[in-house]
């Protein structure tokens, strides 16, 4: 359905521009760029990425307005998606199988701590043939910190390949581990380098063409989402309106192509009471974005992943360690046979089951 640019929810100056550049409804703005909207409405890039962010909100909501989606419907189709592993047990059993595909996943954390880490483990990991209890897809890297190291993307393709042709048994799998090598690994990752946000929500604003050309990707990894936003702002509230329209983006292209974004998040210090705490960037505003919510932290030595936010699984923490092959379980041979965490993981697929089992125990020294 067209609507009159008069309908969408921006400002005044910016409607007239568009009027007076001959636009008169949503439908001439579809199929435009950001470079080209700005250039014959005579606005800036910023402007021209708000208006095309509103024309796609106005966009989804007619499209939500007929469709007919029941809970049972609902509940089949996530049961189809399954879940990206993350090769620790612990943190696998705590999330049901992994991080699901269809919804929004934020890592926070310190510095150091590991979320870039995880996100290579999980660009890896999406790939994975199905027939080994993974997704066999594909993934998009935006890489907005210039932190996306290939070489340490080697190293954990290389572990992950020996993991998965130690379990091969039968003929499905051996045939399976002809096309998982580390060459089609890395070539299964598309990668976007964005220096400031602008960049980034152009990519973003581009993507779901790109998804329905490449309908295997099931991973979308956005390393960090706070860093392009951490820059002064003349107007908060433009940042606050950019985040909002960048947060229901993400959201529909994760039910819309059946796939798992994740995002990683900086801490900020925050005064209440007297007393600095650390909290995770963006505001409170954007802690509602989000799924699920991780929080990667010290404590000591120890590294630990907790769950603080997600609507279907109980709040839980559980060690974890980098290793020179990735994100695994941490060594608890030393502690008490009571106080070892034990993962349950008797209500996922066998298959699942089978590969998740298999790395309970690290494989490597510490990273």
Known sequence: MQRPVSSLSLGP??????????????????HLKPLQLGREAGLSQQEA???????????????????????LDLLHKEEELRSIVTFSSQLDAALGGGLPVGKTTEICGAPGVGKTQLCLQLAVDVQVPVCFGGLGGQ???????????????????????????????????????TTFTMETILSNMFLVRCHDYVELLAEIHLLPDFLSQHPKVRLLVIDSVAFPFRQPFEDLSQRTRLLNGLAQQLIAMATRHDVAVVMTNQMTTRLRGGQ????????????????????????????????????????ATVQYQITAD???????????????????????????QQLIGGWSEPMGGAY
């Open 139 to 177: 993934v998009v890297y935006v890489d907005t910190e210039g932190s996306f190291l290939v070489q340490r993307v080697v190293d954990i393709a290389a572990a992950a390949v020996r993991h998965c042709s130690l379990l091969a048994e039968d003929t499905e799998q051996q045939a399976a581990m």
């Open 276 to 315: 600095s705490q650390l909290v995770p960037a963006l505001g409170e505003s954007w802690g509602h974005a989000p799924t699920i919510r991780l929080l990667l932290h010290w404590a000591g030595p120890q590294r630990l992943a907790a769950i603080f936010k997600s609507p279907g699984h109980m709040d």
């Open 13 to 30: 100056s910016m409607k007239m521009k568009l009027v007076s550049a001959g636009f008169q409804s949503t439908a001439d703005l579809l």
């Open 49 to 71: 990425l708000e208006v095309l962010q509103a024309v796609r909100r106005e966009e989804r909501g007619d499209a939500g307005g007929t469709a007919s989606l029941t809970a």
């Open 326 to 352: 990735g994100f695994r379980d941490a060594d608890q041979s030393e502690q008490p046979e009571s106080k070892r965490l034990r993962p349950h993981i008797s209500c996922l697929p066998e298959s699942q």
